[in-house]
C-alpha cells in the first residue's frame, strides 16, 4: 500500500474478498516520499492490520543503481518496471512467503485452459498498465491479485469517497517515486556526488552545433530543452558516452528512425517460446501506441522484433513489449536498434 487511492481501494476489495488480510507499506527511500501514515490510516478504517517492509537497500541496488547506470551509458531507463521486477513482485513475495498479494495496478490475470497464467489489459484503457507487468512470471501471477483489473478509475474514487478515506480525492503522481519533481539530472548529480562534464551538439556529419550540459540531462527522441537555435525542430539522435557528443537531427532524417529492434532480458508470459515469424504489436515505450510487427527468438535471452513502419527513436535501456490483442506475450529490455 502506497498511501495512494488506488491500492487503498484495492486493500478494501481484498479484504471483502478474502476477510483475513492485512496491509503492507514498502519503504522504499529517506525522503519522506513514503506515505505510510496515509495507508495505515485505510487499514484502520477498514480494521485490518499494517505493516511497514524496509526494502531501501534493495531498492537502491537494484532500481535507483541501475536507472544511475543507464543514464551514464546514454540509455533511457524504465525504473518502475524494474521496482515491479525486483521490488514489488520479488522481494515483496518473498516476504509474504505464500500469501497472495494484491496490488493497485491496472491490469487483469486469467488462466487458460491449459493451467498457463496469462497478463490482459484493463478494462479501463487510460489506466492500463500492463506494459510495465510483462516481467511477471508464472509463479509470480499465481500469487498475485489485481482486483482494479476490471474497474474505472471513476469508480475506484467512487468507492474510496464512500469509505471515508484519506487519500480519496488525492491527485495520481505522475512522476518517478524517487524523483517527485521530475528532475532525473540533479537527482543524478546529487546522488552520485559526480560532475557530468557538458560538451558538444553535433549534426549527422559530426560538425559542431552548440553546448550540451552533460549527458545525463539528455534522453534519445528528446526534442525540448536542447537549448540550440535551427531553421527545423531538432531531435537528440546518438548519445556518444566516448566522445561526450550528442547528435541532434532534423525530424526528416532517416537516422532518427529505425525498422526494428533487438531485445534482451526476455520474459515470455503466453509461450514459452515465440513461434516463429509471429505477428502481433508492440509498444516501445509506456505511452506509445501499438504498431504491427513480425517477432522472431532469435536466441533463449535475444528477440528481434521488426515494425511494420519505422518507428521515431526506441531507445536502449526501455522496454519493448508485445502484445496480441489484449493479451501480453512478452517482452525485453532494447538492446539495440534495427535501421
Excluded at 531553421?231 to 539522435?237: A, F, I, K, T
Amino acid at each position: 500500500m502506497s498511501g495512494g487511492v488506488d491500492s487503498s481501494v484495492s486493500a478494501y476489495l481484498m479484504r471483502e474478498k478474502y476477510h483475513d488480510c492485512k496491509g503492507a507499506t514498502m519503504l522504499l527511500a529517506d525522503d519522506g516520499t513514503n506515505n505510510v501514515s496515509d495507508a495505515r490510516s485505510v487499514c484502520e478504517t477498514l480494521n485490518i492490520g499494517h505493516e511497514v517492509i524496509d526494502c531501501r537497500e534493495i531498492f537502491r541496488d537494484r532500481v535507483i543503481r541501475k536507472f544511475i547506470g543507464v543514464y551514464e551509458s546514454g540509455g533511457t531507463p524504465n525504473p518502475c518496471i524494474d521496482c515491479n521486477r525486483f521490488i514489488k513482485f520479488g522481494e515483496f513475495l518473498r516476504h509474504s512467503e505464500s500469501a497472495v498479494i494484491a496490488t493497485g495496478h491496472y491490469a487483469r490475470i486469467e488462466r487458460d485452459n491449459s493451467g498457463r497464467w496469462l497478463l490482459r489489459k484493463a478494462v479501463d484503457l487510460s489506466r492500463d498498465q500492463s506494459y510495465v507487468l510483462y516481467v511477471l512470471t508464472q509463479k509470480q501471477l499465481a500469487r498475485v491479485d489485481f482486483p482494479l483489473g476490471a474497474m474505472m478509475k471513476s469508480e475506484v474514487r467512487d468507492i474510496a469517497g464512500s469509505l471515508g478515506f484519506v487519500n480519496a480525492k488525492r491527485r495520481d503522481s505522475q512522476d518517478i517515486c524517487f524523483v517527485p519533481d521530475g528532475d532525473y539530472a540533479s537527482f543524478i548529480e546529487r546522488y552520485t556526488k559526480k560532475d557530468y562534464p557538458p560538451g558538444d551538439f553535433v549534426d549527422a556529419e559530426g560538425n559542431v552545433i552548440g553546448r550540451h550540459l552533460g549527458i545525463i540531462h539528455y534522453t534519445a527522441g528528446q526534442r525540448r530543452g536542447l537549448g540550440v537555435s535551427s531553421s527545423s525542430r531538432l531531435y537528440v539522435s546518438r548519445i556518444d558516452t566516448v566522445n561526450n557528443t550528442i547528435t541532434l537531427v532534423p525530424e526528416t532524417d532517416t537516422g532518427l528512425y529505425a525498422k526494428g529492434v533487438v531485445v534482451r532480458d526476455v520474459n515470455l508470459i503466453a509461450f514459452d517460446r515465440v513461434p516463429v515469424n509471429f505477428r502481433s504489436s508492440v509498444k516501445t515505450r509506456y505511452r506509445q501506441r501499438e504498431v504491427d510487427c513480425v517477432v522472431n527468438q532469435t536466441g533463449d535471452d535475444e528477440i528481434v522484433i521488426e515494425f511494420s513502419e519505422k518507428l521515431k527513436s526506441p531507445a536502449i535501456g526501455q522496454s519493448a513489449v508485445i502484445y496480441d490483442g489484449e493479451y501480453v506475450i512478452g517482452g525485453g529490455v532494447i538492446a539495440g536498434t534495427l535501421r
